[in-house]
């Protein structure tokens, strides 16, 4: 069997202009568990639900982030009930949106509210610059908006006696990008 390595391939006429090179390496992780977490709506404090662990190859490497929870509010079947997601890099918030004027967080990449009787599933990508070749962690994290308990990978419902009483878990891909 043969096999060809090389560091890059480059299209014949180069690369435009904001363009990477291509997938060094894929790391995936899913979290299944049934969390929950009570939050104030005075309070920001995202809680992580979960985690992935990728070392880039070469600190000019970008890491294209895509994240999904499926996320319920205990007990609440209108949709009244608004709740967040935020990517960390270790203990730090990074991406989205930084407008802090109608809200009390900030780098919020997905928000949404809650489902009436299955749980909602938030998505988003985002696509980091660590600079570093050393393991780095990113940290999913969910924040409630109102003063519920909130929580991923179940419905609102907690008893299996219910119809809709199950939903997404929780995913974290990352892939490094060449530069």
């Not at 480059?10 to 929950?36: C, M, R, Y």
């Not at 600079?131 to 308990?149: I, R």
């Not at 419905?155 to 990008?177: P, R």
């Amino acid at each position: 069997m043969s096999q060809i390595k090389v560091n890059s391939i480059v299209p014949s006429g180069g690369l435009p202009s904001g363009a990477n090179g291509g997938i060094i390496q894929a790391v995936f992780n899913e979290n299944n568990t049934i969390q929950s977490f009570s939050f104030n709506n005075a309070t920001f404090s995202p809680q992580t639900v979960c985690s992935a662990t990728i070392t880039p190859s070469s600190s000019s490497s970008k890491i294209l982030v895509y994240c999904s929870a499926g996320v319920f509010v205990s007990g609440q079947t209108g949709p009244h009930y608004e709740f967040s997601l935020f990517l960390k890099r270790g203990s730090t918030l990074v991406g989205g949106n930084t407008q802090t004027n109608y809200f009390p967080g900030t780098n919020v990449l997905f928000s949404g509210i809650n489902a009436p009787e299955a749980a909602a599933t938030g998505t988003f990508f985002y696509l980091d610059s660590p600079a570093t070749t050393s393991a780095t962690t990113y940290n999913l994290c969910l924040q409630g908006g109102e003063s519920q308990t909130y929580g991923v990978c179940r419905s609102q419902y907690s008893s299996s006696s219910n119809h809709f009483t199950n939903s997404s878990g929780t995913s974290i891909t990352l892939l490094e990008v060449s530069a």
